[in-house]
């Protein structure tokens, strides 16, 4: 069972908008730190995604945004492309783990 | 731009320890958090633990009494030591450089197989 909560799939077609959630505590996401995505293609080490809640890697393209209130965070994809299929992850870190870091389980995102 | 190479066995007995160093190259290993992150084959990331460049550490309390992270500053390398491992132990296994605020930086990943 992961500390952070995500949906384990979510699906959309090309050209539309996609959110994945990710639900925390007042430990981990409702405390002071940040929350981070990162992208897994299947077979390849994860990619980061969005960093500090909202802030997306040089060569991460504008369709990525990241949002965080309260105990919970966002992704949200715009402009689906087949590229983007994938599995995505939240973490944070968690202070009753003496700041250790804290994974969501995955989403998986099917382009249809 | 920093790289990160892990290195080791990657078959290890039920029982024994699993013993793996991550090589940081285009960049010092000083002044930053390093960390081990496993994922099971078809399951999610898991965090292991982390190490500070002057030594000090912070474990997954699940793995805690198995694990031990070390730092060596002169070879720019650290590693991961898990004693008495299982089958559930066989995971692919990622070094990173983590930081509170950018997230993970990370390596390509060593898949290790607890088989006898």
């Known amino acids: 069972q992961s500390v952070l909560t995500q949906p384990p799939s979510v699906s959309g077609a090309p050209g539309q908008r996609v959110t994945i959630s990710c639900t925390g505590s007042r430990s981990n996401i409702g405390a002071f730190f940040d929350v981070h995505w990162y992208q897994q293609i299947p077979g390849k080490a994860p990619k980061l995604l969005i960093y500090g809640n909202n802030n997306r890697p040089s060569g991460v393209p504008d369709r990525f945004s990241g949002s965080k209130s309260g105990t919970s965070a966002s992704l949200v994809i715009t402009g689906l492309q087949a590229e983007d299929e994938a599995d995505y992850y939240c973490?944070?870190?968690?202070?009753?783990?003496?700041?250790?870091?804290?994974f969501g389980g995955g989403t998986k995102l099917t382009v249809l | 731009q920093v790289q990160l190479q892990e290195s080791g066995p990657g078959l290890v007995k039920p029982s024994e320890t699993l013993s793996l160093t991550c090589t940081v190259s285009g960049g010092s290993i000083s002044n930053h958090y390093w960390s081990w992150i496993r994922q099971p084959p078809g399951k999610g990331l898991e965090w292991i633990g982390y190490?500070?460049?002057?030594?000090?550490?912070n474990y997954n309390p699940s793995l805690k009494s198995r694990v031990t992270i070390s730092v060596d500053t002169s070879k720019n390398q650290f590693s991961l030591k898990l004693t008495s491992v299982t089958a559930a132990d066989t995971a692919v296994y990622y070094c990173a450089r983590m930081d509170f605020w950018s997230g993970f930086y990370w390596g390509q990943g060593i898949s290790v197989t607890v088989s006898s």
């Open positions: 190490i500070f460049y002057s030594g000090s550490t």
């Open positions: 973490q944070s870190y968690d202070s009753s783990l003496s700041s250790g870091a804290v």
